[in-house]
């Protein structure tokens, strides 16, 4: 870890946020004896990322020249060796002077070195046609991704997953519960619709008039329903009542609106005469139960005083005891047993 290193990732303005995480973790892992050349796998992990989305950050870092990739081969194995990262404030730092990787854009020439570096940056070999240091084109060795040698069938040549494909599946704009409940809704007023029509007169495959065509008129006729009240069934019915006097289809809704409004109201007269008719039987029933008299009153509550069963004191009031020791049903003795006072 180097703290002018990471002082210097701090500086830099005009970064997006993950490519300044990302210049930071590498700058963290920046050796001054040594120099920067983390795994994808750590570096990845330390950004909290994935392989594919850092490697389109460290595209933006060495485009904007804030660092250089230099690729490494092991001379003995042939393989991989994890990319040595040339930081923008290391000494003799400058921009690539070869064409990038035609697959990342990575540059293959590192700056300048001396003798002493020159085993660390060992040279290609020709065999291996300029292997891409991210994803290892050409390299007859694994690739150091890890992924399937064979290319993607998706990105052609390239085994790295493209970035920009989003994997999370969008919230639709509408649910599609919504919309297919509308369309079906949409599909069975057309029927009525239609059904409407027939019984005003229409022929089947008519041509109808202007004033019957389009949303203008089936909005008319979803007032009578939504403002009126009137119910699909009751227009169509009104609809027949109305070619008894005028044979000929009307020229368009608005000709109809006056029976439907009377039909309306007649619909909630009848409904106003109809609960006014149950509340009244309601009441007459009421007030025909019969009432019983004071024989049966004091009958009935002799019974209870008589028996042994529970004798609630509310139960007998002084009228009722009065009434049934007027009649001798009771002794003045048994009430008192029964508590009745």
């Known amino acids: 870890m180097s703290h002018d290193a990471t ?7 005009g970064l997006k946020p993950t490519t300044k995480i990302v210049l930071w973790h590498l700058c963290d892992r920046f050796n001054p004896d040594f120099g920067c050349f983390p795994s994808q796998d750590r570096l990845a992990h330390d950004c909290e990322i994935s392989r594919s989305t850092l490697n389109e950050h460290l595209d933006r870092l060495e485009a904007e020249h804030l660092l250089r990739r230099v690729p490494r081969i092991d001379p003995a194995t042939k393989r991989q060796l994890p990319t040595r990262y040339i930081l923008g404030f290391e000494e003799g730092f400058a921009p690539h002077d070869r064409e990038p990787c035609p697959e990342t854009g990575h540059g293959l020439l590192p700056f300048s070195y001396d003798a002493e570096t020159a085993s660390e940056f060992a040279p290609i070999p020709a065999d291996l046609a300029e292997p891409c240091p991210e994803i290892a084109h050409g390299n007859p060795q694994e690739p150091v991704s890890g992924f399937c040698p064979d290319p993607c069938p998706e990105n052609a040549e390239s085994r790295v997953r493209n970035p920009d494909t989003n994997l999370v599946i969008e919230p639709l704009s509408k649910p599609v519960k919504e919309e297919e409940d509308a369309a079906a809704r949409e599909a069975d007023f057309d029927r009525f619709f239609a059904e409407l029509l027939t019984a005003l007169g229409f022929a089947a495959n008519a041509t109808l008039p202007a004033w019957w065509q389009g949303w203008p008129a089936r909005t008319h006729v979803r007032r009578w329903i939504d403002d009126i009240g009137l119910s699909r069934k009751r227009i169509i019915e009104v609809a027949l009542e109305t070619r008894t006097d005028h044979p000929n289809p009307p020229d368009g809704p608005k000709a109809l609106d ?8 007649r619909d909630a007269q009848t409904a106003v005469a109809n609960a ?5 039987k309601r009441r007459r029933k009421r007030e025909d139960t019969p009432r019983l008299s004071h024989d049966e009153k004091a009958a009935f509550y002799a019974k209870m005083v008589n028996a042994d069963g529970y004798l609630p004191v509310s139960a007998i009031n002084n009228s009722i005891r009065d009434l049934m020791l007027a009649r001798g049903l009771v002794t003045p003795e048994r009430l008192r047993l029964r508590g009745v006072r």
Do not use: H
């Open 7 to 13: 002082n210097w990732a701090i500086q830099r303005r």
């Open 258 to 265: 006056r029976f439907m409004e009377r039909a309306a109201q």
């Open 276 to 280: 006014k008719s149950q509340k009244a």
